[in-house]
């Protein structure tokens, strides 16, 4: 029969058993981790855990996916190094630190104030990449370019230039048969020479063995002393020590050449901080004004809020009411109660808030140099200075925007058209009688500093009035817009349109994108826009206003309306930046380089500094205008450096030793390594029209290390 066991353990077994149930051990903490990337671009990570737990306080050049979770914390790393790359490019290692927050307990704990909770920091190291190099000057002379004295100068009866005389002794055969070169009765090539010289009473100053039978001499008086030498038979040759010269083509400022220009730097008050036409090499430019080609008549239409006539810097530099200027707003809510009319003065009482953005837009391109007209107590009496200076070019200013800030398609579309000349028709808001309205000041360049994310389809008025803007001639320069994304504004992105977009300083030899920049393929040029200083740290290059670092934004002329008089304004965004290529477009026009739109507009693309991925790309279009190499300005510096850039515009300034070598800690990705001289005295090695040499490396796991070599810039 078979044996039955019983169905329950041993009472002492299920109480052992039931008290370990009742009484758990307590949760663990989540514990801090260090985590070592090497060379690699991301790494997974874990930790056994129960309960709930969220990444926090992240370092920039660093992305941990996910951000919380529940149970075991499992996250990928992955390092974007260049985000952490200081501008020296000077750190071997990265070194971040992170948190995770977490609640300990179980998954369905309700993370009450009894449970275990603390925070617990992972640190993370990852090596960086490496680049080398060396920027050097081009070779001062080269063997085959040598030219040896033979005796006289050419055209001339005059010795040629000698420092001694070269003597070599021949050989001689010795008792044993063996050669013994440059050894006669036991004496070297130089006591042997310096004799013979002795015995012809000559004098030898000095002397150093060149080989073991060649020594070069310095004598009183090399003629004699090569006729003495000559005279004895065991002298093979003597030949007097030629001065050679370097063959190599002179700088701009060596014998020879034109000096090195001049910069011309205005002294109006707040010059200093206009940072933004150093960049563009406008001391430059400025200097060639000086010879008085600018003469052509050039109109630049502002389509904007209009402007402050009042405003002294701008007085002589505008067409006005009756000469062509248009308010072309035609809702008498528009801020000065009118309607369409000849006046675009941009209104406001003391209630406004906001400055005046077409009197900031206009300054930029043509406020006046020197002493203004006082206007009110305390008011600066010189101000800033604008791009055209002396230039032939007036602002013909056109009122689109409200005192809201805001325009509609149909003014702007309406404006355009007015601008380029072409008949428009206006509606009296009160009698509504239609009146056909031609502009008399043609205006060869339209600036554009506004704009919205509409579709193409809201935007074709705007567009077909552009097209045929540019049919008529005009060149339409348009603000690509302060999205911080890569949607396409309109009308930049209209066809006919050129968008230009946003750089600002970066404390290095070239300037970066600005973050608020939009970024997409109708981006054609960038110009200096300025920063976002709550966006960008780094944003205290531009100069020093009372003693305090002044951020890097474009100041010009604006109004203060609570005050009811003109001031000067710092603004950033892509509205400074169209402005800076409308004044070059009308300079260009004005000294006669280019004759046409098309032409200009060729010429400013040609002439651009490339910044980030080589070529034209959706961030800097096909690079900052360059106004010293635009207008062919003289070269006023000449010195040798390094620009060093990535494909994505970050800029990177390693510094170089005495020899003109490099070592850069980067990150992964493709790099623009460039020597070159700068000529136009912004701080930018090696841009069109100047010496350059230029190669790329590509860093990453892969490729760890890359030296580029020597660069030698050429012209």
């Known amino acids: 029969m078979p044996r039955l066991f019983p169905s329950t353990l041993p009472l002492s077994l299920v109480l052992a058993c039931t008290l370990a149930a009742c009484t758990p051990s307590a949760p663990l903490p989540l514990q801090d981790q260090a985590l070592d990337l090497g060379l690699s671009l991301g790494t997974k990570a874990s930790q056994p855990f129960v309960g709930r737990w969220t990444v926090t306080d992240v370092p920039a050049w660093l992305q941990v996916t996910p951000t919380s979770g529940q149970g075991d914390v499992t996250v990928q790393l992955r390092a974007d190094r260049g985000l952490g790359t200081p501008l020296a490019a000077d750190q071997a290692v990265l070194t971040g630190q992170f948190k995770i927050v977490w609640t300990a307990g179980p998954q369905d704990a309700t993370g009450g104030t009894d449970a275990p909770a603390g925070t617990a920091t992972w640190t993370v190291r990852a090596d960086q990449y490496a680049l080398t190099g060396r920027v050097r000057e081009a070779a001062s002379a080269q063997g085959q370019d040598l030219r040896v004295g033979t005796g006289l100068s050419k055209g001339t009866s005059e010795p040629t230039p000698a420092r001694g005389l070269i003597v070599k002794y021949r050989k001689v055969e010795s008792v044993s048969g063996l050669q013994a070169r440059g050894a006669v009765a036991g004496s070297t090539v130089a006591q042997r020479a310096r004799s013979t010289l002795q015995g012809a009473a000559l004098s030898v100053t000095s002397s150093r063995p060149l080989s073991d039978d060649t020594a070069a001499l310095q004598v009183e008086n090399v003629a004699a002393a090569l006729q003495a030498l000559r005279a004895d038979p065991a002298v093979e040759y003597a030949v007097p020590n030629a ?16 000096p090195l220009a001049q910069p011309l730097e205005p002294t109006d008050q707040y010059a200093g901080l206009q940072w933004p036409f150093r960049l563009l090499g406008y001391p430059a430019v400025w200097r060639d004004m000086e010879g008085g080609a600018y003469t052509r008549p050039v109109t630049v239409a502002v389509v904007d809020s209009g402007v402050r006539y009042d405003h002294p810097d701008l007085e002589g530099r505008l067409w006005k009411p009756g000469e062509g200027a248009l308010d072309l707003l035609s809702d008498p809510k528009n801020g000065d109660g009118d309607g369409v009319d000849n006046d675009p003065t941009d209104p406001g009482d003391r209630t406004r808030q906001s400055g005046s953005h077409g009197t900031h837009v206009t300054g930029i391109i043509a406020a006046r140099w020197g002493q203004n007209t006082a206007t009110c107590a305390g008011c600066s009496a010189t101000g800033v200075v604008g791009a055209v200076r002396r230039a032939n070019v007036k602002v013909l200013p056109l009122r689109v925007i409200d005192a809201a800030g805001d325009a509609s398609v149909a003014d702007v579309a309406l404006a355009v058209r007015y601008a380029a000349g072409l008949p428009i028709t206006l509606t009296d808001p009160q009698t509504q009688k239609a009146t056909t309205r031609t502009n008399p000041q043609r205006a060869a360049v339209i ?20 097209g045929d803007a540019s049919n008529a001639g005009s060149l339409i320069i348009v603000a690509a817009g302060n999205g911080y994304g890569t949607k396409p504004y309109y009308p930049a992105a209209c066809p006919a349109a050129v968008a230009v977009g946003s750089v600002t300083l970066s404390g290095g030899s070239a300037p970066k994108h600005a973050v608020y920049s939009n970024a997409y393929p109708a981006v054609q040029l960038s110009a200096p826009g300025g920063t976002d200083p709550l966006q960008d740290p780094a944003a205290f290059n531009g100069g020093v206003f009372n003693g305090q670092p002044f951020p890097d934004l474009v100041l010009s002329t604006g109004w203060d309306y609570a005050k009811d008089q003109p001031n000067y304004e710092a603004e950033a965004g892509t509205s400074q930046a169209a402005p800076q290529v409308s004044a070059l477009a009308a300079l260009l026009l004005s000294k006669g380089v280019t004759t046409d739109a098309a032409s200009t507009l060729a010429r400013l693309n040609a002439t651009a500094t490339d910044l980030g991925a080589a070529g034209r790309d959706p961030l800097f279009g096909f690079g900052m205008i360059n106004a010293a190499a635009a207008l062919g300005a003289p070269a006023i510096s000449d010195t040798l450096g390094l620009r060093l850039q990535d494909s994505r515009g970050r800029v990177f300034q390693p510094p170089l030793d005495a020899l003109g ?27 069109t029209g100047e010496p350059r040499a230029e190669k790329a490396a590509t860093l990453g796991p892969a490729t760890p290390q890359v030296d580029v070599g020597d660069l030698v810039p050429q012209e």
């Open 447 to 466: 600036n554009l500093s506004l704009g919205a994310e509409v579709s193409a389809d809201t935007a074709r008025p705007m567009c077909e009035a552009i």
């Open 661 to 687: 070598r490099f070592n850069a800690f980067l990150g992964d990705g493709t790099f623009r390594v460039i020597g070159g001289r700068d000529r136009d005295g912004n701080g930018i090695y090696g841009e």
């Open 243 to 258: 001065i050679l010269r370097a063959q190599s083509l002179p700088r701009p400022s060596g014998p020879g050449q034109p």
